[in-house]
Every structure is written in structure tokens, then in C-alpha cells.
């Protein structure tokens, strides 16, 4: 994800819903690889989105690792409806700052300030 939520929303819990929305089924291990944040702040983050009603852990797997085996996790309807609304505002923003970009047909500053002497 791109700057663009850093105007209106914390970047890792917009992340961390479209890690989750992206993967499917992602484990913490996965959201925390894909978001670049730790362990513990996704699983502080997860605890909260679940007491919201936004995601859900759909039991554990087994990953072929050892120790206990991992819990996936899944957007429930309104998570989804969540992230939609998310994807939204970042589609616009995006879009918004493609147009607002400087046109460089007319060069540089500098290159300016130099051909008016």
C-alpha cells in the first residue's frame, strides 16, 4: 500500500484488513511477512478487529512447521465491506495525486530561472 491511507488512517490496520482480504486465509506468520510490522502488533491489532466484528480466525492449520500449528484468519462481511470502502478512498487518492502531478514539459525550476535572464 502506497502513502495515500497515511492521510486518513493508521497504515498497518489498513494493511493488515488488506493482507487478509488479499490472501484469503493468511496466517499471523503471513500478515506479519506482508505488512513488514511485528508479531506483536498484529496479533494487538487482530484481538481488536475481532472484537469489532471485522475478522474472524478460522481454526488452525498445519503448516508443515513444528510447534503448535498456526490460526488463519478471515474478514467476516463487514471486514470485507470495510476493505472495499478502503480500496475506494485509496483508488481516489491515488487518482488524485496522478493528477495533481507537476507537468515537466516546461523543465525545471532551475532551467527556468535561467532562460528568463
Do not use: W
Amino acid at each position: 500500500m502506497s502513502g495515500e491511507a497515511d492521510i486518513f488512517f493508521k497504515r498497518t490496520s489498513v494493511e493488515i484488513l488488506r493482507t487478509i482480504a488479499e490472501f484469503g486465509k493468511p496466517t499471523q506468520r503471513k500478515i506479519v511477512r506482508e505488512t513488514g510490522t511485528t508479531s506483536a502488533h498484529v496479533v494487538k491489532k487482530l484481538k481488536e478487529f475481532s472484537s469489532y466484528g471485522l475478522v474472524v480466525h478460522k481454526g488452525r492449520i498445519d503448516d508443515g512447521t513444528r510447534g503448535r500449528n498456526p490460526y488463519v484468519y478471515k474478514l467476516t462481511g463487514a471486514g470485507q465491506e470495510l476493505v472495499g470502502c478502503f480500496n475506494e478512498i485509496i483508488g481516489t487518492l491515488e487518482g488524485r495525486k496522478q493528477e495533481n502531478k507537476p507537468d515537466n514539459s516546461a523543465g525545471r525550476l532551475q532551467d527556468i530561472e535561467v532562460s528568463a535572464r
